[in-house]
């Protein structure tokens, strides 16, 4: 089997515009909360914060464009079951978040670990790409889950805090990610 060896997946720029998108956003929304408790405006500042920084980060998202392009091609030719693994991986949490709110930064940070854990996989499995980047992200967010539950169980943070904590821990998550994926050598 010849797998290619952590090879730049380009999930750097992306990785990086999610992180700081995630993170702007849940500190504003935090901060908003405090003064005001209006979910439409929380919806603007998600979309602003998303906007902005892809207006920063415009040429380089553009230009990854081609190698996320790409993936979406390999994964049209993954089996049926696979297809169906990692959309279950990705939705499920995010489905159960919505029909069991008290566990939801929980459901979040199982979504997104479980999601790009799986995508790793399948790609490195049926594909041969070892995208490491994804895995860190996943292995990350799905670690912050134990370290949420340590935290409410020491009585370190509210169960209140729980969904602000969980997105921080996700845009770090991005942020580790796409910081390795940037700084690797393409080989």
């Known amino acids: 089997m010849n797998i290619e060896k952590n090879r730049n997946s380009g999930n750097g720029i992306l990785f990086i515009f999610i992180s700081l998108a995630v993170f702007s956003a ?17 919806i603007i500042v998600w979309i602003l914060c998303f906007f902005v920084y892809f207006l920063i980060f415009k040429s380089k998202i553009i230009q990854s464009l081609h190698i996320i392009r790409n993936k979406i091609r390999k994964s049209t030719g993954w089996s049926p079951i696979m ?19 008290s566990i939801h930064e929980y459901l979040i940070l199982a979504g997104i670990g479980l999601g790009n854990l799986s995508t790793f996989i399948i790609f490195m499995v049926n594909d041969k790409i070892k995208n490491t980047d994804q895995f860190i992200v996943g292995l990350i967010s799905i670690i912050s889950i134990g370290i949420i539950i340590l935290l ?7 169960k209140a805090s729980g969904d602000f904590l969980a997105r921080i821990l996700i845009a770090v998550a991005y942020g580790i990610g796409g910081i390795y994926s940037s700084t690797m050598k393409t080989e």
Do not use: R
């Open 26 to 42: 849940t500190i504003i929304s935090y901060i908003i909360d405090q003064k005001v408790d209006n979910f439409i405006i929380h």
């Open 152 to 158: 409410y169980n020491y009585d370190i943070i509210a």
């Open 83 to 101: 297809k169906l693994i990692n959309g279950l991986c990705w939705a499920a949490p995010f489905g159960l978040g919505a029909l069991i709110p």
